[in-house]
């Protein structure tokens, strides 16, 4: 009796030896999407922690040439190549992603158009400059930024008017955090969360539960916070990228009617299960009034919560039950 104590208490330490509590491992790379990408996962070795984001980062930095609009690279025909020659054969993640953006366009009612390149290259140049572009400038580049002037057939995209150029920073960072998340778990990766610019996947759980994610308020600091498990979390806000010119703040998401910055809201969050969905949508709600980005929200089952431009916090009704 003794002796069988004996080996049961062995190989209880045995056990608890084999399987040591998973501990948390991040990782931050700067070098994709023009912004930083956060990278955390629950492993049993930094050895494990390393190969995931290994993994992740070579992904990453593949989709990022990919739908690139600024250089071009060896070997790849990208957002940029497209934009220069206005047609060719296109990687598969360039055909999904410009026929997502075309049906985006139909269900924002035109706010979210890839097709708005000229437009943006002007705001991109303010940006920099800290000088808004004139109007006079911006309405003959507006004429070229027809969505139908897009196609798609087999592999090929072609672009009819030699003046339009797309543009992905809508759609192309939820997207990739989508597919870089796909590809995390075929490794074997379970419990983790990836921010690519505050475009946040969360999988799994960590020790003790959901993973929880805080969203920024407009003004800094955090406004609340969500818990996550098997959903992505994404903010388009008038804080991530502007420049301020006598006392007024332009921010970088453009209203296609008014090709000025969108003044409905300070920040749009939207959680739902898909990155790709919920970046799209957080693009599209920024532009759209309350009550069609409530219908938009519903039909993609996604929960949003808006702060509008007087400081307001608005939810949809399933939003709270993330915060609790
Ligand atoms: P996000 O931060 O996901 O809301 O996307 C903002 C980015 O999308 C900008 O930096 C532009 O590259 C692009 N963008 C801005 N306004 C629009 C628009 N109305 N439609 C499509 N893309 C836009
Ligand atoms: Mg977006």
Redesign the pocket.
């Known amino acids: 009796m003794r002796r069988l104590l004996a080996a049961m208490a062995a190989s209880a330490v045995l056990l608890c030896g084999c399987s040591p509590a998973p501990k948390k491992y991040s990782a931050v790379y700067t070098d994709v999407f023009d912004t930083a990408t956060e990278f955390a996962a629950y492993c049993d070795s930094r050895e494990e922690f390393d190969l995931y984001a290994e993994a992740l980062h070579d992904e990453l930095l593949r989709l990022h040439k990919i739908f690139d609009i600024y250089d071009e690279y060896d070997g790849l025909f990208n957002a940029a190549s497209l934009n220069k020659t206005k047609s060719g054969g296109c990687p598969s993640e360039l055909i999904e992603l410009t026929k997502s953006a075309v049906d985006w366009y139909d269900l924002s009612g035109g ?4 097709a ?1 390149g000229s437009v ?1 290259s002007l705001w ?1 140049d303010s940006r920099e400059s800290g000088i808004p572009p004139a109007m006079e400038d911006l309405k003959p580049l507006a004429e070229h930024c027809d969505i139908d002037d897009i196609s798609v057939e087999g592999d090929i995209i072609s672009i009819k008017d030699p003046q339009l150029s797309l ?1 992905f ?3 192309a ?2 997207y990739a955090a989508e597919k870089a998340a796909e590809l995390l778990e075929s490794v074997g990766c379970a419990d983790f969360v990836l921010s690519v610019g505050g ?1 946040v996947v969360a999988r799994g759980e960590k020790p003790g539960g959901s993973w929880e994610i805080g969203i920024s308020s407009p003004d800094g600091g955090i406004l609340t916070t969500v818990k996550v498990s098997d959903e992505a979390v ?1 903010t ?1 806000g008038d804080y ?2 502007y420049f301020e010119y006598e006392g007024v703040r332009y921010h ?5 009617q008014t090709l000025m910055p ?1 003044n409905l809201w300070r920040s749009v969050t939207v959680i739902c299960k898909s990155s790709a969905d919920a ?1 799209a949508l ?2 599209a709600l ?2 759209l009034d309350e009550q069609s980005g409530r219908i938009l929200a519903e039909n993609f089952g996604a929960e949003a919560l808006w702060v509008s431009s007087k400081g307001e916090v608005i939810r949809t009704e399933g939003f709270e039950d993330y915060e609790k």
């Open positions: 706010k979210l158009n890839i708005l943006l991109h543009d920073g809508a759609l960072k939820g475009n994404v388009s991530q990228r970088h998401i453009i209203d296609p969108a970046d957080s693009t920024f532009c």
